[in-house]
């Protein structure tokens, strides 16, 4: 992580890529920590440059709260990613834990703790069939995870009858009100950061999990129970997916069926631009937190620059692509690449 | 010295004059990778009607050498000729026409391929048989097999075993009759009966004047059958003369390369002997069965005999990689190991001979590749602490004297030695009772081999029994206080003391594969054959889904006799059509082991394009630019993901995702809010039908069919294939699997295009977001149609009845009047039961 030199402070994010030379060994290391964080420092300087408006404090605190939400579900999924896996159930178990969350509350007489404790069964049973459903009866985790969407959006229809509920006055008062100055969303989410961070770095169960996502055979063959630890890491990241539905069903007061659509794919965005590896093994839960910051950051400042979907759309396509590239290409073997698969072979 | 280019075609060899033409010439090679010097200025001439000896230690640069005659290696220096030609930098298929076959180490066959296939594809063009002729070539290539292994041709590759793929890579090989045969470690995987045949082989292939190139390490093998023999150390050719003037001493003393006696450990003195660690009565499982064996605290245990007896499941099933029934006792205590943690919880620790899918962890450094087993030891409330595991995992490296920069530099950056002593310290921090040693020394030099023959008897000494299995006679006889034969999956001589040499190994091991001679490797049972093939075939999902539909037909008609009519059909089956379009084009990144989440904005983006350039006011001149426009788009979207994907290596899933959200960008910058109009006479035309049928459908089903029957009659759709079951064997066997990538992902998006144009004609105008839904829809069809995401397999017709059944879901949910959320309900469940079916399918087919 010290080895951040000054190539990477010009590599300005939608900018261009850092085309140093290092060796792969020292290239390695710095993809570590360093892209994301210097994007995302580009991005809030190009930000105030461009369009001051879009880094007042006002825009601030309207988007941290949306980042933090956005950085939980995808800490959740960066912990399926470790496991050499994807959920794109996160959808459905965001939806239905804040729909859940609401009701449940709202029915108690707003007693959140048990409205809690019910999201966080339900999460259980979700990753637990998750986890399941792809380590022991062998589905893709592509496949598996959709599915259990499905379902899940099924549920969420037949739970709320297709009409949106009203979070309870509690948990919106919490979602919403601040804690010396910072969004309690946003500090729940630092929290999220902080506990997981230390879970899949510090402790025996993270360190199985990375094992078992580098490689499932050699984790096993050393007496690793790689097909519980996978269940596990479905488990912990439906947890995730269910605390982040719940803060949104907080802070947005009015949680329907729809809710947790949007962020099957920035979960899955945010994992990619933290410079996570999609073949599993190590997790960079505070780069996914920072990859989660970015995004959103990126959606405030083009809609703050008034421009229409359509062009949001685009650019944020554009610089995921730019952010993904930066790390997994270096130019010179793009092109090397490129000439290879274009050169056709000699034939008689 | 040089031997002028005579061009001259590989079937005149008497043109070559003298005797001594050379069949393969390499000349001056270099080729480094990182961190090592592979070859350096290694130059190795093949003469006609010769076996040439290729021998070496494990990294010496054999294998190597033969990628770089075989041109699937590109080196950095030097020259290939085969009968003359120059071949530098050639495609492996021009290497091929030239008459060079070659078995590798791990044969170049592509698991979802039939064996007629794989001996199709791999076939030099002139000698590539039809597709009709193909199962007939397959079963006289295999003929002279039978006696060895009796294989159908059209059994899928992957279901054979390692010693029937071997004898299909070798009769291919040699059907080919090639100038040049290379056999990269033989008889490795051969029963008796097969290195016979193969001796055969070979000596037909000399009298043919064609030449073979024999690579081994068992030199005593390679001193009886080559004429010639090379050594290769370090990457250099050390020696190279006729075999005749070489004894087996000398190509030691060469292969080693200085007269090093390896020094192994003094063995234990039997008052050291500790108490009985290990006991092991009458376990049996798949390859040994009724073992006994006693182990004590202090001793190392060795497991003799020709591979394949039985020695390594044993090992395994101790470490709990493998079922066993029997009794273990460690310790005295009667113990269960039903997978590799209770082993563990159970003392018993297991290193692998695999070190590359079983030993290291890639990615990680190499504290944590030492540290994954031992975990808990430095845990207070599962919070490792990483102070100590610092220091005892550094204490560790220092013992075994790995060398490596830091205690977290990535595990691939050290060299293969090192990576082992990593491996080493693995198992020995975790501490156990019983070390199971599954080849310890495999890939690893002769200089950092005392060093592990060390830490094994360390090991031993401080407490543990070691059980080591070793196909090396000399490694066991210097190493191990004792040494348990085993032959036909059973132990039958124990040797101890001083009868522990490496002649007495042997013997033991030879003498007692004798009786082997009449025992044919047990086959699985083969009763209906036909009925298993089709269950494992892909294309058990779509026979598995007409039921279904005609159940969920029946329901619905139950309900309401309205769904029998034909305004029902006429309403539901270009729905179907529709969707079959999105799940062909989605079936088609399938098979080649991609996704493509793209496709439904890209069919978003084809109707908003449509609602301005396909107006109704149009001529026919304009439609038809206009269509040609939309086809393009969708040609250039494809080619973008492949770009994405194949060139920069993205991952699919991300990469098109990211099209995903660039193409919903475009299409509400086209229109941001629906509106326009599209041709009505072009909109009709899509909707006209045959009685009830639509048109559309009719196209979807042809269509399917057609790819359906490409996939496995055309050489192109067979190439697709390979490309998707394995790449990098794929490009082994000359499949330009870029190519292939490009053609999928194209393909894939022109038929999201089709799907657009039926989205055209139910909608009339342009709406930005129409299409967005198919992306998921489209892997559901295919899933239910049993595609394998995986890559290689996979139904056209499959995807098509995928997306009918999904039709009929919503049909029928809306027939019985049933909520919409039982429309999500059967959808997924029948996607997880259909996935979990198909998987369980074929992991456990036979």
Same mark, same amino acid.
């Given at each position: #992580?010290?080895?951040?030199t000054?190539?990477?402070?010009?590599?300005?994010p939608?900018?261009?890529?850092?085309?140093?030379?290092?060796s792969?060994f020292?290239?390695?290391?710095?993809?570590?920590?360093?892209?994301?964080?210097?994007?995302?420092?580009?991005?809030?300087?190009?930000?105030?440059?461009?369009?001051p408006?879009?880094?007042?404090s006002t825009?601030?605190?309207? #988007?941290?709260?949306?980042? %933090?939400?956005?950085a939980?579900?995808?800490?959740?999924?960066?912990?399926?990613?470790?496991?050499?896996?994807?959920?794109l159930?996160?959808?459905?178990?965001?939806?239905?834990a804040?729909?859940? %969350?609401?009701?449940?509350?709202?029915?108690?007489?707003?007693?959140?703790?048990?409205?809690?404790?019910?999201?966080?069964?339900?999460?259980?049973i979700?990753?637990?069939?998750n986890?399941v459903?792809?380590?022991?009866?062998?589905?893709?985790?592509?496949?598996?995870t959709?599915a259990?969407n499905?379902?899940?959006?099924?549920v969420a229809?037949?739970?709320?009858?297709?009409?949106?509920?009203?979070?309870?006055?509690?948990?919106?008062?919490?979602?919403l009100?601040?804690? #010396?100055?910072?969004?309690n969303?946003?500090?729940?989410?630092?929290?999220?950061?902080?506990?997981?961070g230390?879970?899949?770095?510090?402790?025996?169960?993270?360190?199985q999990?990375?094992?078992v996502?580098?490689?499932?055979?050699?984790?096993?063959?050393?007496?690793?129970?790689?097909?519980r630890?996978?269940?596990?890491?479905?488990?912990?990241?439906?947890l995730?997916?269910?605390a982040?539905?719940v803060?949104?069903?907080?802070?947005?007061?009015?949680?329907?069926?729809?809710?947790?659509?949007?962020?099957?794919?920035?979960s899955?965005?945010?994992?990619?631009?933290?410079?996570?590896?999609?073949?599993?093994?190590?997790?960079?839960?505070?780069?996914?937190?920072?990859?989660?910051?970015?995004?959103?950051?990126?959606?405030?400042?083009?809609?703050?620059?008034?421009?229409?979907?359509s062009?949001?759309?685009?650019?944020?396509?554009?610089?995921?692509?730019?952010?993904?590239?930066?790390?997994?290409?270096?130019?010179?073997g793009?092109?090397?690449?490129a000439?290879?698969?274009?050169?056709?072979?000699?034939?008689? | 010295?040089?031997?002028?280019?005579r061009?001259?075609?590989?079937?005149t060899?008497?043109?070559?004059?003298?005797?001594?033409?050379?069949?393969?010439?390499l000349?001056?090679?270099?080729?480094?990778?990182?961190?090592?010097q592979?070859?350096?200025?290694?130059s190795?001439?093949?003469?006609?009607?010769e076996?040439?000896?290729?021998?070496?230690?494990?990294?010496?640069?054999?294998?190597?050498?033969?990628?770089?005659a075989?041109?699937?290696?590109?080196?950095?220096?030097?020259?290939?000729?085969?009968?003359g030609?120059p071949?530098?930098?050639?495609?492996p298929?021009?290497?091929r026409?030239?008459?060079l076959?070659?078995?590798?180490?791990e044969?170049?066959?592509?698991p979802?391929?039939?064996?007629?296939?794989?001996?199709r594809?791999? /076939?030099?063009?002139?000698?590539?048989?039809?597709?009709?002729?193909?199962?007939e070539?397959?079963?006289?290539i295999?003929?002279?097999w039978?006696a060895?292994?009796?294989?159908?041709?059209?059994t899928?590759?992957?279901?054979?075993?390692?010693?029937e793929?071997?004898v299909?890579?070798?009769?291919?090989?040699?059907?080919?009759?090639?100038?040049?045969?290379?056999?990269?470690?033989?008889?490795?995987?051969?029963?008796?009966a097969?290195?016979?045949e193969?001796?055969?082989?070979?000596?037909?292939?000399?009298?043919?004047?064609?030449?073979?190139?024999?690579i081994?390490?068992?030199?005593?093998?390679?001193?009886?059958?080559?004429?010639?023999?090379?050594?290769?150390?370090?990457?250099?050719?050390?020696?190279?003369?006729?075999?005749?003037?070489?004894?087996?001493?000398?190509?030691?003393?060469?292969?080693?390369?200085?007269?090093?006696?390896t020094?192994?450990p003094?063995?234990l003195?039997?008052e050291?002997?500790g108490?009985e660690?290990?006991?092991?009565e009458?376990?049996?499982?798949?390859?040994?069965?009724?073992?006994?064996?006693?182990?004590?605290?202090?001793?190392?245990?060795g497991?003799?005999?020709?591979?394949?007896?039985?020695?390594r499941?044993?090992?395994?099933?101790?470490?709990?990689?493998?079922r066993s029934?029997g009794?273990i006792?460690?310790?005295?205590?009667?113990?269960?190991?039903?997978?590799?943690?209770a082993?563990?919880?159970?003392?018993?620790?297991y290193?692998?001979?695999d070190?590359?899918?079983?030993?290291?962890?890639p990615?990680?450094?190499v504290r944590?590749?030492?540290?994954?087993?031992?975990?808990?030891?430095?845990?207070?409330?599962?919070?490792?602490?990483?102070g100590r595991?610092?220091e005892?995992?550094?204490?560790?490296f220092?013992?075994?004297?790995v060398?490596?920069?830091?205690l977290?530099?990535?595990?691939?950056?050290?060299?293969?030695g090192?990576?082992?002593k990593?491996m $080493?310290?693995?198992v020995?921090?975790?501490?156990?009772?019983?070390?199971l040693?599954?080849e310890?020394?495999?890939?690893?030099?002769?200089?950092?081999?005392?060093?592990?023959?060390?830490?094994?008897?360390?090991q031993a000494?401080?407490?543990?029994?070691?059980?080591?299995?070793?196909?090396?006679?000399a490694e066991? /006889?210097?190493?191990?206080d004792?040494?348990a034969?085993?032959?036909?999956?059973?132990?039958?001589?124990?040797?101890?003391g001083?009868?522990?040499?490496?002649?007495?190994?042997?013997?033991?091991?030879?003498?007692?594969?004798?009786?082997?001679?009449?025992? /044919?490797?047990?086959?699985?049972?083969?009763?209906?054959?036909?009925?298993?093939?089709?269950?494992?075939?892909d294309?058990?999902?779509?026979?598995?889904?007409i039921?279904?539909?005609?159940v969920l037909?029946?329901?619905?008609?139950?309900?309401n006799?309205?769904?029998?009519?034909?305004?029902?059909?006429?309403?539901?089956?270009?729905l179907?059509?529709?969707?079959?379009? $999105?799940?062909?084009?989605?079936?088609?990144?399938?098979?080649?082991?991609?996704?493509?989440?793209?496709v439904?904005?890209l069919?978003?983006?084809?109707?908003?394009?449509?609602?301005f350039?396909l107006?109704?006011?149009?001529?026919s001149v304009?439609?038809?630019?206009?269509?040609?426009l939309?086809?393009?788009?969708?040609a250039a979207?494809?080619?973008?993901n492949?770009?994405?994907s194949?060139?920069v290596?993205?991952?699919?899933?991300?990469?098109?995702l990211?099209?995903?959200?660039?193409l919903?960008?475009v299409?509400?910058?086209v229109?941001p809010?629906?509106?326009?109009?599209?041709?009505?006479?072009m909109?009709?035309?899509?909707?006209?039908?045959?009685?009830?049928?639509?048109v559309?459908?009719?196209?979807?089903?042809?269509?399917?069919?057609?790819?359906e029957?490409?996939?496995?009659?055309?050489?192109?759709?067979v190439?697709?294939?390979?490309s998707?079951?394995?790449?990098?064997?794929?490009?082994?066997?000359?499949?330009r699997?870029?190519?292939?990538?490009?053609?999928?992902?194209?393909?894939?998006?022109? $038929?999201?295009?089709?799907?657009?144009?039926m989205l055209?004609a139910?909608?009339?105008?342009?709406?930005?977001?129409?299409g967005?839904g198919f992306?998921?829809?489209?892997?559901?069809?295919?899933v239910?149609?049993?595609?394998?995401?995986f890559?290689g397999?996979?139904?056209?017709?499959g995807?098509? $009845?995928?997306?009918?059944l999904?039709?009929q879901?919503?049909?029928?949910?809306?027939?019985?009047?049933?909520d919409?959320?039982?429309?999500?309900?059967?959808?997924?469940g029948?996607?997880?039961?259909?996935?979990?079916?198909?998987?369980?399918?074929?992991?456990?087919?036979?």
């Open positions: #992580m010290a080895e951040t000054a190539a990477d402070e010009t590599a300005a939608a900018a261009e890529p850092p085309t140093d030379e290092a792969g020292s290239r390695r290391l710095r993809i570590k920590l360093a892209p994301i964080w210097w994007s995302t420092i580009g991005l809030f300087v190009l930000s105030w440059t461009i369009q408006d879009s880094v007042n825009a601030i605190d309207a #988007m941290l709260p949306f980042a %933090g939400i956005l939980v579900a995808s800490i959740g999924q960066t912990l399926v990613v470790m496991s050499r896996g994807v959920d159930s996160v959808a459905g178990t965001m939806t239905l804040a729909l859940i %969350g609401s009701n449940y509350a709202t029915g108690q007489g707003g007693n959140l703790w048990v409205g809690f404790l019910i999201v966080a069964a339900v999460a259980v979700i990753g637990s069939v986890g459903v792809v380590a022991y009866a062998e589905v893709t985790p592509l496949v598996a959709f259990l499905t379902l899940l959006v099924g229809l037949f739970y709320s009858g297709g009409r949106p509920v009203r979070a309870p006055e509690s948990l919106a008062d919490f979602a009100s601040k804690t #010396m100055g910072v969004s969303t946003v500090l729940v989410s630092l929290v999220f950061v902080i506990i997981v230390f879970a899949t770095s510090r402790t025996v169960w993270g360190r999990l990375m094992s996502g580098s490689s499932e055979r050699a984790a096993q063959a050393v007496g690793l129970h790689a097909n630890v996978k269940v596990s890491a479905y488990v912990a990241g439906a995730c997916f269910s982040a539905g803060l949104l069903a907080g802070y947005v007061s009015t949680p329907n069926v729809g809710s947790g659509n949007r962020y099957l794919l920035p899955i965005a945010a994992v990619v631009v933290g410079g996570n590896s999609f073949v599993g093994g190590r997790g960079y839960i505070v780069g996914t937190a920072v990859g989660a910051l970015f995004l959103s950051q990126l959606s405030q400042l083009v809609l703050s620059l008034g421009l229409p979907t062009a949001q759309l685009l650019i944020e396509a554009a610089v995921i692509a730019v952010a993904i590239g930066a790390q997994t290409l270096d130019a010179a793009l092109a090397r690449r000439a290879a698969s274009l050169r056709a072979p000699p034939r008689e | 010295m040089t031997v002028a280019n061009q001259e075609s590989p079937s060899p008497a043109a070559s004059g003298d005797g001594h033409a050379q069949v393969l010439r000349d001056g090679i270099y080729k480094h990778y990182p961190g090592v592979a070859l350096a200025d290694v190795l001439s093949v003469r006609r009607g076996v040439h000896g290729l021998v070496g230690e494990n990294g010496a640069g054999k294998s190597t050498l033969v990628g770089v075989a041109s699937t290696v590109r080196a950095d220096r030097g020259s290939v000729e085969i009968n030609q071949m530098d930098g050639a495609h298929d021009v290497v026409e030239a008459g076959a070659i078995v590798f180490q044969p170049a066959l592509l979802d391929l039939t064996v007629a296939e794989n001996m594809l791999s /076939a030099p063009e002139h000698r590539r048989p039809t597709v009709r002729e193909q199962n070539r397959a079963r006289s295999l003929a002279d039978r060895v292994a009796d294989i159908d041709p059209r899928y590759v992957r279901d054979l075993q390692p010693d793929r071997f299909v890579a070798i009769a291919r090989a040699v059907s080919e009759e090639p100038a040049v045969l290379v056999l990269d470690e033989p008889t490795e995987h051969l029963v008796p097969g290195v016979e193969l001796f055969r082989l070979i000596a037909e292939v000399c009298r043919r004047d064609g030449a073979v190139v024999y081994s390490h068992r030199i005593h093998e390679v001193k009886s059958i080559a004429d010639r023999i090379s050594v290769l150390r370090d990457g250099r050719l050390v020696l190279a003369d006729d075999a005749d003037n070489l004894t087996e001493h000398d190509i030691v003393d060469s292969i080693v390369g200085r007269r090093l006696e020094r192994f003094p063995k003195s039997p050291d002997l108490p660690i290990l006991r092991v009458g376990l049996s499982g798949s390859g040994f069965w009724d073992a006994e064996l006693v182990a004590r605290q202090g001793e190392i245990l497991l003799a005999g020709i591979e394949g007896q039985g020695q499941e044993f090992l395994r099933a101790l470490a709990g990689l493998q029934h009794r006792m460690v310790a005295g205590r009667p113990v269960r190991v039903r997978n590799t943690t082993a563990m919880r159970n003392g018993m620790v290193l692998s001979h070190r590359h899918r079983e030993g290291i962890l990615g990680l450094n944590e590749n030492a540290a994954t087993a031992a975990l808990p030891q430095w845990a207070t409330a599962g919070v490792v602490s990483a595991e610092r005892d995992v550094g204490r560790e220092d013992a075994l004297g060398k490596t920069p830091s977290d530099a990535g595990i691939e950056t050290l060299s293969g090192n990576q082992q990593v $080493f310290s693995r020995k921090l975790a501490a156990s009772k019983v070390l040693a599954d310890p020394t495999q890939g690893v030099d002769v200089g950092a081999r005392a060093d592990l023959y060390g830490v094994l008897r360390e000494r401080d407490g543990s029994t070691v059980i080591v299995v070793s196909a090396d006679a066991l /006889a210097g190493l191990c004792r040494v034969i085993f032959s036909r999956g059973r132990i039958v001589e124990e040797l101890s001083d009868a522990v040499t490496e002649r007495a190994i042997t013997g033991a091991a030879l003498t007692a594969t004798a009786q082997r001679s009449d025992h /044919a490797p047990s086959r699985r049972a083969t009763r209906w054959p036909r009925l298993r093939r089709l269950a494992a075939s294309f058990a999902p779509t026979l598995a889904l039921p279904a539909l005609i037909a029946l329901i619905a008609i139950q309900a006799e309205f769904y029998l009519t034909t305004r029902n059909f006429s309403l539901m089956l270009p179907v059509a529709t969707l079959a379009f $999105f799940g062909l084009g989605q079936q088609m990144v399938m098979l080649n082991g991609a996704i493509d989440l793209s439904g904005p069919a978003s983006v084809a109707v908003v394009v449509a609602s350039v107006t109704p006011e149009i001529h304009g439609l038809a630019l206009g269509i040609v939309i086809f393009v788009i969708g979207v494809g080619t973008l492949w770009v994405l194949t060139i290596r993205i991952n699919p899933l991300i990469a098109t990211v099209t995903f959200g660039a919903q960008g299409a509400l910058y229109r809010t629906p509106g326009g109009q599209i041709s009505r006479g909109t009709d035309f899509l909707k006209s039908t045959i009685g009830f049928m639509p559309t459908l009719i196209v979807a089903a042809a269509l399917a069919a057609a790819c029957v490409a996939m496995y009659r055309t050489l192109l759709g190439r697709l294939r390979a998707g079951s394995n790449v990098l064997v794929a490009q082994k066997v000359g499949v699997t870029k190519a292939m990538s490009l053609l999928s992902f194209v393909a894939a998006s022109t $038929f999201a295009t089709l799907g657009a144009f055209m139910q909608a009339t105008s342009g709406n930005a977001l129409i967005n992306t998921l829809s489209s892997v559901g069809a295919v239910l149609g049993g595609a394998s995401i890559g397999r996979g139904s056209f017709l995807a098509l $009845f995928g997306a009918g999904i039709i879901v919503n049909t029928v949910v809306q027939f019985r009047g049933w919409r959320e039982w429309q999500l309900y059967l959808l997924g029948l996607t997880i039961l259909a996935a979990a079916a198909y998987s369980k399918l074929r992991t456990h087919r036979g």
